[in-house]
């Protein structure tokens, strides 16, 4: 039984001592750094030429991106990161279309609301007559209702005669009958002022959003003609600048660094320093 302890503890001494010898190379072994650069070998970093090949990135939309960040750097969102050619002729002239229309929108909206704006003053000019022919109605109805009276009760007094009687009630209905169609064509058109009202409103409003859509387009016409040159570049996202095509040129941001895949030339001379698992 001593004999066993003996071994054992043997053993577990001879593992601790193992483990510890593990942990004291790992520390002096270098890390690993990817870089575009030539490789060269520091005493704690690793530095090997390759590249980064992302599996998922955000892309940079630009046309002849001439970058200020060195690619596979860390950026943040909306920091610049380069420059990249202006609005293309196209996009100049898309925007100059653009403006045409939204002025055609505005000549249209304006037309509308002079339009209504006739048709709505019109209709208050008549409603004004109508107002004051009803006045006058009315004036007239009371004056005939005062003369029918007066004749009324010469008539009753037998100090005029029927003749001049019925003359008076005639005079006196045809008064009082022109002031209820007057009051009705006045309340119509008052209705119809109102209607009209609704209408300008509208029109107006639709000018407004037209003439804000022609300043919009103005002022987007005048940017892109401005920015014709070199304009600023910003990055879509936080991450790593990575290419996504070399060919075409095309960049992106990588924000998962999982996605990830390093592509690099290792030395012979540098596989004694590295081992599965390493932290690049």
């Known amino acids: 039984m ?13 593992g601790l001592v193992l483990v510890t010898w593990r942990q004291a190379l790992s520390d002096h072994r270098p890390g690993v750094l990817v870089t575009p650069n030539q490789g060269v070998t520091s005493d704690r970093v690793l530095i090997l030429p390759g590249t980064l090949d992302p599996r998922s990135a955000t892309p940079i939309h630009a046309r002849n991106l001439e970058l200020v960040i060195p690619v596979n750097s860390r950026v943040l969102k909306g920091q610049i990161i380069g420059e990249a050619a202006g609005p293309s002729p196209e996009g100049i002239n898309q925007a100059r279309i653009s403006l045409e229309e939204a002025n055609a929108v505005v000549a249209v909206a304006r037309r509308a609301v002079r339009d209504m704006e006739r048709k709505l003053e019109m209709a208050r000019a008549d409603a004004g007559v109508l107002e004051s022919r009803l006045i006058s109605a009315e004036t007239v109805a009371l004056e005939a209702e005062s003369e029918f009276r007066r004749r009324d009760l010469l008539f009753r007094e037998q100090r005029a005669g029927s003749i001049e009687h019925d003359e008076a009630i005639a005079t006196r209905d045809s008064a009082l009958s022109a002031v209820p169609e007057l009051r009705s064509r ?5 209705t119809t002022i109102g209607e009209l009202e609704t209408v300008v409103r509208e029109a107006r409003d639709r000018l407004a ?8 387009a103005q002022a987007n016409g005048r940017q892109m003609e401005e ?5 600023p570049v910003v990055s879509p996202a ?11 040129g ?3 941001i990588s924000s998962d660094a999982s996605l990830l895949c390093v592509h690099t030339d290792i030395r012979q001379a540098d596989l004694n320093v590295l081992w599965l698992g390493q932290r690049a």
Request: hydrophobic letters at 55%; a positive charge.
């Open 238 to 248: 936080d991450g790593v600048l990575v290419v996504r095509d070399a060919v075409a």
């Open 250 to 252: 095309a960049f992106g």
């Open 227 to 231: 920015n014709g040159g070199r304009v």
């Open 209 to 216: 959003e037209a003439e804000t859509w022609s300043r919009a």
């Open 2 to 14: 001593r004999a066993k302890r003996r071994t054992a503890v043997i053993l577990l001494a001879f």
């Open 186 to 190: 006045l309340i119509a058109g008052s």
